[in-house]
């Protein structure tokens, strides 16, 4: 049992590039979450999925897009990357709702220069 | 306002020792509130979930206590290792709106 897998680890980017960030989990979860961790912050919740075809915004959903491939695979998108985009990005899952308990990947790095 | 504040920012503290680390919410009406460690790098991982009515609970060296009545918490931790070095992390659960509140963190390093 993987968890919950995030790829990449790390990702260096310029202003106005794009890119995905992938997240599965293995645990037959049915929600998924990305949030972002800033220094001195609280995790912040970006989207949320909380079953297979639905999304949902967070707190901080501007310049981000989310697609549920399917119910193990939830990914991230920045269409067009800015500076203050830069944070560590952490996938999560949990059985059912946010209530529950939250199993977190590892997170991704992403600095946009 | 929902809000985690916690305290210390940052601890440090010699291998073997014993600390309290505190979490004051303002989080209403409240669902649950878990402790969680987060290691250098990776991501955080759930130490303790108490709700409302549980008023301590024990995980190994770990021992969380809530006051519901004052909004508080609180994390000791027992004879410290090297390894109890990372960032704990109070979440509180906001009964309606199906929502999480994250507190910034307490940053611990245990010296040798």
């Known amino acids: 049992n993987a968890g919950v897998t995030q790829t990449p680890k790390f990702q260096v980017l310029k202003t106005g590039q794009s890119m995905t960030l992938q997240c599965a989990q293995d645990m037959n979860h049915n929600s998924m979450y990305w949030y972002r961790q800033d220094p001195g912050m609280g995790l912040r919740l970006i989207y949320y999925s909380a079953s297979e075809g639905t999304t949902d915004k967070g707190e901080v959903p501007n310049g981000y897009n989310v697609s549920r491939l399917n119910k193990r695979e939830f990914s991230l998108r920045l269409e067009s990357a800015a500076p203050s985009q830069t944070s560590v990005y952490f996938c999560?899952?949990?059985?059912?709702?946010?209530?529950?308990?939250?199993?977190f990947g590892p997170g991704t790095r992403l600095t946009v220069t | 306002k929902n809000q985690v504040e916690q305290s210390p920012q940052s601890l440090i503290i010699l291998e073997g020792k014993n600390c309290t680390l505190q979490c004051n919410y303002t989080v209403s009406p409240f669902s649950n509130l878990r402790w969680y460690k987060q290691d250098t790098g990776r991501g955080p991982v759930s130490l303790t979930i108490?709700?409302?009515?549980?008023n301590t609970k024990s995980n190994g060296r770990y021992t969380a206590t809530l006051d519901a009545d004052t909004k508080q918490s609180s994390l000791h931790i027992t004879a410290s290792q090297l390894s109890d070095s990372a960032s704990y992390i109070c979440?509180?659960?906001?009964?309606?709106?199906?929502?999480?509140?994250f507190g910034a963190g307490t940053i611990l390093r245990v010296k040798s």
């Open positions: 108490m709700t409302f009515s549980e």
């Open positions: 979440v509180v659960s906001v009964t309606y709106g199906n929502k999480l509140v």
């Open positions: 999560a899952s949990s059985p059912r709702d946010r209530a529950r308990e939250q199993y």
